[in-house]
């Protein structure tokens, strides 16, 4: 398995999820701003991948910081937190490292600078090998949802691509492969950018998991055939109400999934959660450039001046969710509770939760 | 407005729809199996262009038969009709085509071989003039379904391009903007063969109609963002109870319109009604290459040796669909009804259509 990101000599190195699987390139960034560039250009991206990058950039931007004084130190290190958390802006996951690393900082003020420095970078490897060990908590968490025999359909790369490695969606898969049983995947290829096409397919490929792909219009087709056994996505924020954000498409796949009396499910780690959000609507969704969608390899797809509305994710109310797998278990409906459950969050919150 | 085919120094012309709207090339066909190929190939597509292709490809072919007798030449001409029937299997408009003509070739049974042939190309000339009138009727019909503001998302193309002229949904939505309603399009690009993003996109840019692309994946993140007035597609075959085929996707575009209460209208000529079927479980689905899922100019999208399914459409149940816009008017549900008064069907049929 291709490792997502790795750190080598003082540098990050990002598989580039652009070029593959025709190509594999390694992308190394020597800089924040690097790695800031590489998670908005997506060739890093995954709500846990781009966690895991930002607390690795975080690490290297730390080392630029000349200064023995703690307040300088950490006055940077906040700004430097501040950019790289608006690199992209749908997945929680990314503030939820920064936020992690930043608390490292907050509580090392009596230490040295260049103490905290090797702590901060060790903690981006914690942050990227706790990573891996949830995801195989999440798939063994999802395995008793996957009946021998199942057909399940993905959307996207929930993979180990889209994490430190095993995946979310596609760990549950992978782990209900690895336990014997008979599974076989349908990959929405997932336009615009086709990660299910190109980094799904790859995953499934070497794992020697039985799949085909199908356009992402084909969904429905398959679930009223009853070729479709269970739907499961990743997630890029999960509101305290169960409200999903994922990559576009997962709204619709859920409203025809739940039409058909098939079980969707959503896999993610506790990051995912946001519980500042009382229900997706408050969810910010990023838009991003009409080209994407327009074009292919250099080629104008449509006329030329053809616009395009690229929304890259969209909401999925809870009630269309079947249960959320997560590194705790799996979290059923009603979400306000069981996710406030798993979280360890007291009932008596302010009106902010009501 | 580019034909999308005509009849020129017996050649059939036909304007070749997989390279449009990069590049403006006719295919020139000579002989009946020139036009079952561009047909099959998708050179010419959409259920009412494609049966004004299937007229004038039996008056190319009828030229050929050799023979003064009116047997012979009524054989031949039978098996010709089965040839192009069998281009391609879901839209009805084609062997309804091949029927009408045959029909001309029986009810000419004695005149001279010479005679039918003339006739024949007259009406392959008179289904071509037909159709064009047809949509402009449903395009009148159609008129008050759409309020003035209206934004209406359509998918693949029904337009000029995929009837003689003038298009069944793309024919509403010009019929409105050349009445004067502010409207406003939001195309779904039609994965794989892009439909809507290549012809859609052009003609409603030729008339200066304002509009937008997304990917099909988009389309119920703007329906319930309420961005999204009504639905209109054109369709391949309707069976007798109102159940509908059309492009891969309409299908999950009309069950989100539903779940968002959003009317899903269905605009054809009465050519496209299957009155053999009782429902469209028995409406024949094209299943086409992988090749046009995984492959895109020469780019292979996915990792080597990744396979697709590729079904061409699929059946939207007519439970979610509004109305179905006809030359003869709207009909409404029950579709059992509606569809035999404007056929004209007796009720007392046999036990087939129960």
Known sequence: MIPTIRWENNRVCIIDQRKLPQKKEWLVCRSLQDVIAAIREMAIRGAPAIGVAAAMGLALGSQTIKTENYGTFRSKFLKMGQQIKSARPTAVNLRWAVERMIRVVEGMFDRSVEEIKKTIRKESQVILEGDIQINLMIGHNGLGLIPDGATILTHCNAGALATGGYGTALGVIRAAHEAGKDIRVIVDETRPLLQGMRLTAFELMEENIPFTVIVDS?????????????????????????????????????????????????????????????????????????????????????????????????????????????????????????????????????????
Do not use: C, W
């Open 218 to 354: 084909a969904a429905g087709y398959f679930m009223r055939k009853k070729m479709i056994d269970l739907v499961i996505t990743g997630a890029d924020r999960i509101a305290s109400n169960g409200d999903t954000a994922n990559k576009i498409g997962s709204y619709q796949l859920a409203v025809i999934a739940k039409e058909n009396k098939i079980p969707f499910y959503v896999a993610a780690p506790l990051s995912t959660f946001d519980l500042d959000l009382e229900n997706g609507a408050l969810i910010p969704i990023e838009e991003r450039e009409p080209d994407e969608v327009v074009s292919f390899a250099g080629h104008l797809l449509g006329p030329e001046g053809v616009d395009a509305l690229n929304p890259a994710f969209d909401i999925t109310p809870a009630g269309y969710i079947s249960g959320i797998i997560t590194e705790k278990g799996v979290l059923k409906s009603p979400y306000e509770n069981s996710i406030r459950n798993i979280l360890g969050v007291k009932d008596d919150r302010g009106p902010k939760m009501r």
